[in-house]
């Protein structure tokens, strides 16, 4: 069977072919010029396929047309009475190593490069001492252009190609530039995130009014090499749940004792982490709401306090004495009992085993103990605890701090401290 692809303005390509191709891998490619036909013929040895993003060839001043070229493509053909084969072959995704060999009596020779099928054909033409006024088409010699071969690699690969794309984006690879690169990316985004939008209702992902309940959040993927993308997703039904790990991520670097570079220098590595400032942002609502329900207050030991006989008269001129502003520098901290025990009895109560009930009499333990730290300085914590929960008072996290300063476990110490309860 003998087939001839018609020319059309939409055609691939300008040339007419007659082929019977796959049946037979020799292809007459024909075109006029000015009132003379041009006849080339090609053997097919290996037509091989396109990758999944396939170069396309450069424009030409009267063709604006570009071509996919394949991987590992194999042809024959014939020009100024040599015989030619010219190769393909992908070194990475975004570069094609372009060949050119043939015979000059018993000497094997072949050209390659890089840049262009154009380049390696011009290479050619000095190597044969041609006239540099030859003109010759680098993608025609290639047969890029033959249609019979792009419409059978279509069919046994199943590869989506764009014919013909005026405005062909650079391959990422070639970009230097962050912010492009971010743009570049940031366009792939908008692209998942419709076509996610649209899977989500075609699996009829919603609730039963339609609306949608699950949502993408982010997608994290590794690009070039070495290097990884992270792209989040906006979504305002989220907010809560952004509130709630910011929340939990908070405690943990607080339990764990972990710094803010520490975790900076986490959030560089794991990507999905929230970044450094979200969550300093977050530590300190947090310490604001906190502070308006218990506030802490400081103090400076190290202060005289006036000798009263009576220390109950003069309580509060006592207090003042130690007592600081909060832009101050003092040598302890403390929160009133009173406070903490607003927070914590409603909690005792709602229990599912109710460690109090009204009309209960609380019993609090106050305690406290000092520890070196390092080899000069003391510290002093003091505590209270409810012995209404029995044994459970004997869990650190039933203790429930009221006071750390720094200083001796001593008398006169605690005698400064004490009168701030």
Known sequence: MVEIAPESE???SSRVFIHDYPNNSRIEARYTLNGRLYISYYNIIAVENYPFIPRLTQKSQNNTFQYPIPNDYIVETELFERSLKCETKYITDSKVCYTINWKEGRVEWNISSTKSSMAVVNLFLQKINQNRSTKLSGPRLFGFDIEPLYNFRLQIGLQPVIKNNNRRKRPLEEISSRSQQNKRLNSFGRDVQKAIDELIIKHKLTNLSGEPIVHLCYIEFDYKENQQAY???KNSNNFSATQ???DAIVRVCDEAVLSLDGYRNLAAVVLTLFREYLVANRRNEINALMNVQIHIGIFNIDNEINNQSNIDDNFNNNVNNILVDDHEIGNGAFRSILDILKILIPIWKAEQNPVIFPGD???IKIG??????GRRQNHVMIT?????????VLKPDHQYCICLYVGHENYKDLAKVGQLF
């Open 231 to 233: 792209i989040k997703f």
């Open 244 to 246: 709630t790990r910011l």
């Open 368 to 373: 406290g103990d000092g520890r070196n730290v």
């Open 384 to 392: 209270f605890c409810l012995l209404n929960e029995n044994k459970e």
């Open 10 to 12: 939409n055609s691939f």
């Open 361 to 363: 009499t609380l019993y």
